[in-house]
């Protein structure tokens, strides 16, 4: 489902504000959904992914539905990559203001015996899930910091607050990428950032886990997933708090969890 049009009004000011969406997949992905709620919310937004067609195809439909976004094909693992891309984010255009959000949900995950585990998966999962973030991070927090706001998002799991059998390279990734966010937040939140984690805790109604997992799917039954669109709210949400009262760690699932 898409969010149609822009909600809020654009101030005198006639530039569009910017946001950077990291880990952009297919349409019916989480990715996607965070790029929609900021284009609803009158935002351009940066959509960033490997994949060209997938990331081209979510511009495209959110530009044929009044939004305004383009796709930046890259590898969050490359540190030439992302500094690649913020720079380029942050050239700002005669209409389109610098981003003040940066938002991180890259992540990769399927289940791997620990005994079969190779280091080369190891690594391949935490340069993804961790490395990747550690340099969203860096290089956000070095261009945010002279305007003195900005919100930076990071994307977790259940795996970030625990291990599971079968994932233990996505444990050791997703639980490294809750620790820089919280030692950001420490860092530059009296500076004017808001560094957040989203834990999302619980299956996601998206097209990865219907392709893969069917009949996960269908064991869990209606309301047994997150809806991409209603995690997404939650990011728009994050941003518009008040300094006053910001959230470091927001977690989400549905309402049949039991925790």
Request: glycine content about 12%; charged content about 20%.
């Amino acid at each position: 489902m898409r969010l149609k049009g822009a909600e809020t009004a654009m101030s005198a000011n006639p530039r569009t504000p910017s946001a950077i969406v990291i880990g952009v997949g297919p349409e019916e992905g989480l990715g996607a959904a965070v790029g929609r709620r900021f284009t609803a919310g009158g935002f351009h937004v940066f959509l960033d992914g490997r994949t060209e067609a997938k990331i081209r195809g979510v511009a495209d439909a959110i530009t044929a539905d009044g939004g305004s976004a383009e796709a930046v094909v890259m590898d969050a693992t490359s540190p030439e990559d992302v500094e690649r891309l913020f720079d380029r984010a942050f050239a700002a255009g005669d209409d389109i203001e610098t981003p003040t959000v940066v938002v991180f949900n890259a992540g990769n995950n399927k289940p791997i015996d620990f005994l079969d585990l190779s280091p080369d998966q190891f690594e391949d999962f935490w340069r993804v899930g961790c490395f990747a973030g550690f340099l969203v991070g860096l290089a956000a927090a070095r261009r945010l910091l002279s305007g003195g706001q900005g919100t930076i998002l990071f994307t977790g799991a259940s795996a970030s607050l625990r291990g599971r059998p079968n994932f233990v390279h996505f444990a050791a990734a997703k639980a490294g990428l809750r620790m820089i966010s919280q030692a950001m937040a420490r860092e530059y939140g009296p500076k004017g950032l808001h560094v957040a984690h989203l834990l999302i805790d619980g299956g996601i109604n998206g097209e990865r886990l219907r392709t893969l997992w069917p009949d996960a799917v269908a064991q869990r039954g209606q309301g047994g997933l997150l809806e991409i669109d209603a995690i997404a709210e939650a990011y728009w949400q994050l941003h518009q708090q008040h300094k006053s009262a910001w959230t470091q760690e927001l977690d989400l699932r549905q309402f049949k969890e039991s925790f």
